[in-house]
């Protein structure tokens, strides 16, 4: 099992461009979802999707969007950058979120993607 | 207010030491909660699951207080590779369907 993939790795974009950001995971797991984390603010959700062809906004999703069309992808799309999103970007996966069994809500995170917007 | 609060620290305690980190939830409905570990500059991994009748694993335990809605843990015997930075989480199953992260405690163990 490679576990939840992201790519690329780091990545440095000008204002006004777009790009993809790739999740993978191999767990077959209904859940996905995308975070970004900044200095002194935590890990906020941007979307995510509890099964596919299933997504929905989460607390921060402006200027991003997502689809679900296999269980395995969770693309994350910049439509166009600003450096307000210069940030680590964090994919993850789980078996469900519904809270009637928590061993099922672990979260498995990618290694995450380091964008830099100039 | 944040949904969880957590004090950023950091806590610099020597080897051998115990600490804890409290962390308060706002969310009274709140039904599953967790404390995750994140590296510097890497993923969050899970750490453990917090019970109601509150749970050990090896030098680490948690507790959950739901009348005064907060959780703890208690590292016993702190190590060098316990530095790290400590993510309190809440599921509260209603609304939103995800999980809510606190913005971590860091944790720095001296030699």
């Known amino acids: 099992n490679a576990g939840v993939t992201q790519t690329p790795k780091f990545q440095v974009l000008k204002t006004g461009q777009s790009m993809t950001l790739q999740c993978a995971q191999d767990?077959?797991?209904?859940?996905m979802s995308w975070y970004r984390q900044d200095p002194g603010m935590g890990l906020r959700l941007i979307h995510y999707?509890?099964?596919?062809?299933?997504?929905d906004q989460g607390e921060v999703p402006n200027g991003y969007n997502v689809s679900r069309s296999t269980t395995e992808d969770f693309p994350l799309r910049l439509l166009s950058a600003a450096p307000s999103q210069t940030s680590v970007y964090f994919c993850a996966s789980s078996y469900s979120i519904d809270s009637g069994n928590p061993t099922y809500n672990e979260q498995f995170f990618g290694p995450g993607t380091r964008l830099t917007v100039l | 207010r944040k949904e969880v609060e957590q004090d950023p620290g950091p806590f610099n305690v020597p080897e051998g030491a115990t600490v804890a980190f409290n962390c308060t939830y706002s969310?009274?409905?709140?039904?599953?909660f967790f404390w995750y570990r994140q590296d510097c500059r890497k993923e969050p991994k899970l750490l453990m699951s917090?019970?109601?009748s509150g749970n050990e694993d090896g030098r680490f335990t948690a507790q959950l207080n739901r009348a005064s809605q907060y959780i703890s843990l208690l590292i016993r015997d702190s190590k060098l590779s316990d530095s790290a930075t400590y993510l309190c989480?809440?599921?509260?199953?209603?609304?939103?369907?995800?999980?809510?992260f606190g913005s971590g405690t860091r944790l720095q163990v001296q030699p």
């Open positions: 999707s509890v099964g596919a062809g299933i997504t």
């Open positions: 969310n009274s409905a709140s039904q599953s």
């Open positions: 989480v809440v599921n509260t199953g209603t609304g939103r369907r995800a999980l809510t």
């Open positions: 917090v019970y109601s």
């Open positions: 767990m077959n797991h209904e859940y």
